[in-house]
T-cell receptor, first 113, second 113 residues
Framework: QQKVQQSPESLTVSEGAMASLNCTFS??????FRWYRQHSGKGLEVLVS????GEKEEGRFTAHLNRASLHVSLHIREPQPSDSAVYLC?????????????FGSGTQLTVMP | NSKVIQTPRYLVKGQGQKAKMRCIPE?????VFWYQQNKNNEFKFLIN????????QIDMTEKRFSAECPSNSPCSLEIQSSEAGDSALYLC???????????FGEGSRLIVV
């Protein structure tokens, strides 16, 4: 069964310092990966989608994908207290012609002013 | 920002009671997913649709859970006989096509007492 592991479970950074989150997946057959975040009591907000090895930037959010090492990361430049949330990586798979997203268990990011 | 609308935001049910949640997908999005998110941030895929047709559903859904996405009406997820373990955040998401980005609503939080 395909799995997604996120690290760290929680991360505290100071406002303005780079925040880096990691995700490893069980195999390299996924079509693409996405990073979402979820503020407390809210739904999921998509941050960045990445389809091929390398880097993809969306504003202050940059994702790096390396299929060979089964790893995708998210870097948040100049984080602000409003960025405090749970960050989730999601792997897209197509089992038996269908389509699903497999989520990691999340990283709780706290940005201190 | 996502335009997926979920109602109600909260519902409290006794064990054995029915629980029904509704979702209006983003306009122009024929693909709809339902996920269950527990307090440990674990996501469980329940069912997905393309237009009114079920694409895939898990075994649990086939027993106590039912869902539909009728044309010109909100999609719905119903639990026939709620159990304590059903307490969770139920997230609806929609997409333009299979494999495209899923946009999530804010969820319906079910508490079974």
């Amino acid at each position: 069964q395909q799995k997604v592991q996120q690290s760290p479970e929680s991360l505290t950074v100071s406002e303005g310092a780079m925040a880096s989150l990691n995700c490893t997946f069980s195999d390299g057959t996924s079509d693409n990966f996405r990073w979402y975040r979820q503020h407390s009591g809210k739904g999921l907000e998509v941050l960045v989608s990445i389809f091929s090895d390398g880097e993809k930037e969306e504003g202050r959010f940059t994702a790096h994908l390396n299929r060979a090492s089964l790893h995708v990361s998210l870097h948040i430049r100049e984080p602000q207290p409003s960025d405090s949330a749970v960050y989730l990586c999601a792997m897209s798979i197509t089992p038996s012609g269908s389509w699903q997203l497999i989520f990691g268990s999340g990283t709780q990011l706290t940005v201190m002013p | 920002n996502s335009k997926v609308i979920q109602t109600p935001r909260y519902l409290v049910k006794g064990q054995g009671q029915k629980a029904k949640m509704r979702c209006i997908p983003e306009k122009g999005h024929p693909v709809v997913f339902w996920y269950q998110q527990n307090k440990n941030n674990e996501f469980k895929f329940l069912i997905n649709f393309q237009n009114q047709e079920v694409l895939q559903q898990i075994d649990m859904t086939e027993k106590r859970f039912s869902a539909e996405c009728p044309s010109n009406s909100p999609c719905s997820l119903e639990i026939q006989s709620s159990e304590a373990g059903d307490s969770a955040l139920y997230l609806c998401a929609s997409s333009q096509d299979r494999g495209n980005t899923l946009y999530f609503g804010e969820g319906s939080r079910l508490i079974v007492v």
